[in-house]
């Protein structure tokens, strides 16, 4: 088995920050727990080699100028990941957590630390995935004061927040509070697009430490489906570059039929719009494709938590006390149907965000052409229709009707409502 970071697609700067940081933590445990002479100590055994070796390769013999010193050599409480989608964000948080982790260093991959934290089942990591489009106070509050604990396993107390730009203003808050008070032993986690005010707030910002990751190239990518995943070389390379760097999505592309199909739908919008009625058309059938993919994705979710709401609540039970149970416990299945509402809602904005993508990638492929750019497509199946509407719209064309996509998407993210935005954006693709 690899190590923790092997799933990190071209990020050696980042994993090598991590690394020297999970070793600089390790440090910190061993000066915590000092071991009797001739004492048996478990893990703490590898942690005092560990040291040793910190300290062997990074020994300071004197001062050191600032702009020399090197800021991913220690530990802190607070991190940032930034990067594009699909660079990597939660991946890097859940290897630096395993490594964290580690009974032998800095993830080794195989011992209990790194495998129960990479499987979602160590006591002392907690992962926090926004079901809908944000995350509430509650939920936050909640969390924090779970992570004050001490940690079970006498290692680090591991909160990670995927999608941190979807906190509420009063969970940031109540983060805030945290990270400004940290418990001993416990590492916040955050994983947002940017460091901008709009994804993460100033405060909180200024008190992280940000690990910035790439879009990793497309041969990355297709390396690492070949390697990891057993996936033809030309279909790899292929899938690579039509995700644009986005890992997740090579590998649905790579080995799922129905997302292959998907994709295929979106990049013949442009041959559909012939006409208004051709656009408004062409909407509705991305808003529909959109919602049934999202309703594909999260039936089974639904219907396994609400079965075990309803067992816990005694459905089933027969006798007075369990129709009782039953009658008082409508207002919490309509508290979980709210929340299965607000994951459907996310998940459809997710499914349609990813078509949108690809058809802004078939847009740049058409101006990169217009422009005669010595630049790959992105879609080598669909290069020669790119190639007519080049000639058609010529650059300026293609690049209005690259720049009506992206208005959609951040359309859709200030919360315009998808089908209003879709709508438009094929009126505008129609028109050029």
């Not at 997710?350 to 052409?369: I, K, N």
């Amino acid at each position: 088995m690899t190590d923790v970071f092997g799933d990190l697609v071209g990020q050696d700067e980042a994993v090598d920050t991590l690394r020297r940081a999970a070793a600089s933590a390790a440090a910190l445990l061993r000066a915590a727990v000092p071991v009797a002479a001739g004492a048996s100590a478990g893990g703490y055994d590898d942690l005092d080699a560990l040291a040793e070796e910190f300290d062997s390769t990074d020994t300071d013999p004197g001062p050191v100028p600032a702009a020399e010193a090197d800021p991913g050599a220690g530990m802190t409480h607070a991190w940032i990941f930034t990067g594009p989608p699909g660079s990597g964000r939660s991946v890097a948080a859940r290897a630096f957590a395993a490594a964290l982790q580690c009974v032998h260093g800095t993830g080794c991959g195989s011992c209990p630390g790194c495998h129960t934290t990479l499987t979602g089942t160590h006591a002392d990591v907690r992962l926090v995935v926004p079901d809908g489009l944000s995350i509430g106070v509650g939920e936050m509050r909640a969390l924090v004061l779970r992570a004050a604990s001490t940690p079970s396993g006498g290692r680090w107390q591991v909160v990670i927040i995927e999608d941190a730009d979807r906190l509420t203003e009063a969970a940031g808050n109540a983060l805030l509070k945290a990270i400004e008070e940290p418990p001993p032993r416990t590492v916040f986690l955050l994983c947002a697009p940017s460091t901008h005010p709009d994804d993460i707030s100033v405060t909180i910002r200024s008190r992280c430490r940000v690990v910035p990751l790439r879009q990793p190239p497309p041969a990355a990518v297709a390396e690492v489906l070949v390697r990891r995943d057993g996936v033809a070389p030309d279909v790899a390379e292929w899938a690579a570059a039509a995700a644009q760097g986005h890992v997740g999505r090579a590998r649905r592309l790579a080995r799922d039929p129905e997302a292959r199909q998907r994709r295929d739908a979106v990049l013949a919008v442009p041959r559909r719009l012939t006409g208004v009625g051709a656009a408004f058309d062409a909407a509705s059938a991305l808003i529909e494709a959109a919602e049934a993919e999202a309703a594909a994705s999260v039936v089974e979710i639904d219907e396994a938590e609400r079965s075990a709401l309803q067992t816990a609540l005694g459905a089933g039970g027969t006798g007075r006390g369990a129709a009782g149970a039953m009658r008082g416990a409508a207002g919490q299945l309509k508290d979980l149907e709210k929340r299965q509402k607000s994951r459907a809602t996310r998940a459809q904005r997710d499914a349609l965000d990813r078509a949108l993508v690809d058809l802004a990638g078939f847009y740049r492929d058409a101006l990169t052409m217009a422009l005669r750019a010595p630049v790959a497509p992105v879609h080598t199946d669909t290069a020669a229709l790119a190639g007519a509407g080049a000639q058609k719209w010529d650059a300026e064309g293609s690049l209005r009707r690259l720049e009506a996509v992206l208005e959609c998407r951040a359309a859709i993210e200030a919360n315009v409502k998808p089908r209003i935005a879709v709508e438009a954006m094929m009126l505008n693709l129609w028109r050029g």
